[in-house]
C-alpha cells in the first residue's frame, strides 16, 4: 500500500486546513487508519485514526473537537480537517494505513506534508 499526503502549508492561528491522505496498491486489505505528527525534536504522535467503514474513530486529547477525521473508501482517500489551529499544531503530518494480506500484516507510511501554524 503506498500513501501520498497534501494540504499542508503555512496557516495562522486560528485558521484551518483539510489534509488528504490517497492510498494505492492493495487498498483491499487495509483495516484502520489514521493521521501521526512528529514536530522537531519529539516523538512521532496519533492525531486521530478510524477503522475501515468509518464506524469507530480514536482522537487524541489535543484534537478532540477541533479535528474531524474521516475516509472515503470508494476513492481510497482519507481526511483531516482541522479548525482553531494553534502554533502547538505544527509538526510534520503523516498518513498511515494497517492491514493484513494473507495473514501478513502491514503498516504503510506517507513521506508526510508539513503544517505549520504561526502565532
Known amino acids: 500500500v503506498q500513501l501520498v499526503e497534501s494540504g499542508g502549508g503555512l496557516v495562522q492561528a486560528g485558521g484551518s486546513l483539510r489534509l488528504s491522505c490517497a492510498a494505492s496498491?492493495?487498498?483491499?486489505?487495509?483495516?484502520?487508519m489514521g493521521w501521526y505528527r512528529q514536530a522537531p525534536g519529539k516523538q512521532r504522535e496519533l492525531v486521530a485514526s478510524l477503522t475501515s467503514n468509518g464506524g469507530n474513530t480514536n482522537y487524541a486529547d489535543s484534537a478532540k473537537g477541533r479535528f474531524t477525521i474521516s475516509r472515503d473508501n470508494a476513492k481510497n482517500t482519507m481526511s483531516l480537517q482541522m479548525n482553531s489551529l494553534k502554533p502547538e499544531d505544527t509538526a510534520m503530518y503523516y498518513c498511515n494505513a494497517q492491514g493484513a494480506i494473507a495473514s501478513i500484516r502491514f503498516s504503510s507510511w506517507g513521506r508526510g506534508t508539513q503544517v505549520t501554524v504561526s502565532s
Open positions: 496498491g492493495s487498498t483491499f486489505a487495509i483495516n484502520n
